[in-house]
């Protein structure tokens, strides 16, 4: 078991351009979820999926934000057209579906929009 | 809808005991506490779970009021390795066969000091 993991760790973007995130879940886990934090803040819910079907989007997720989970593994968030904004960090977190819900976070992808 | 933490930060010297608040407004099915080191993935604490079962690690004690929609989580005789920023996460009844998103509080920065 070797956790979450998130790639890349850092990314610094122009405007404009499009940004594709990476998650690999622990493999036993069927929830996956994104969240976004940024500084001073909580997480934020993005979207989750069980196994490969999205189940629930945030209202924050615009359109520009789209996110898959092919064949139920790891995961991409990518995001068309950056503004600054999106400034962020992206944590993916992954879970089973015993009832304690006990999420485990990766290290996240810090996102920097210039 | 976001819970709110109390206090918004804290300084102790080593040794010293401290109690992180968190509060909804909503009826709560669960309570998870996670401390993030500075640019670090949030760490799993402890779950609280409406009707008294918990989850987490030994050294780290809390308490849920389901009545209060309240949860408190209780650091003594705290350690250099104790600093950091405490999130509480709530689950809203019924969220979990909808996926368990949790929805953050803002955090409570904790310094201990040698």
């Known amino acids: 078991d070797t956790g979450v993991s998130q790639n890349p760790r850092h990314k610094i973007t122009k405007r404009g351009q499009n940004v594709t995130f990476r998650c690999d879940p622990i493999?036993?886990?069927?929830?996956l979820y994104w969240y976004r934090q940024t500084l001073g803040q909580g997480p934020e819910f993005l979207t989750y999926?069980?196994?490969?079907?999205?189940?629930?989007k945030s209202r924050l997720l615009s359109d520009r934000f789209s996110a898959e989970r092919p064949k139920g593994s790891f995961s991409t968030l990518e995001i068309q057209r950056t503004e600054q904004g999106d400034s962020a960090m992206y944590l993916c977190?992954?879970?089973?579906?015993?009832?304690?819900?006990?999420?485990?976070f990766g290290p996240g992808t810090r996102l920097t929009v210039l | 809808q976001q819970p709110v933490q109390s206090p918004q930060a804290v300084i102790l010297r080593e040794g010293e005991d401290a109690v992180i608040n968190c509060s909804s407004s909503k009826a709560l099915y669960s309570v998870h506490w996670y401390r993030q080191k500075h640019g670090e993935a949030p760490v799993f604490l402890m779950i609280?779970?409406?009707?008294?079962e918990q989850k987490g690690h030994e050294k780290i004690s809390a308490s849920f009021n389901e009545k209060k929609q309240q949860s408190s989580l209780y650091l003594t005789a705290s350690q250099l390795s104790y600093s950091g920023t405490y999130f509480c996460g709530t689950e809203i009844p019924g969220s979990y066969n909808q996926g368990g998103k949790l929805i953050f509080g803002q955090g409570t920065e904790l310094s201990v000091k040698p």
């Open positions: 609280l779970l409406k009707g008294g």
């Open positions: 493999s036993e886990h069927n929830r």
């Open positions: 977190a992954s879970s089973t579906r015993d009832h304690y819900n006990e999420q485990f």
């Open positions: 999926f069980q196994n490969e079907a999205q189940l629930e």
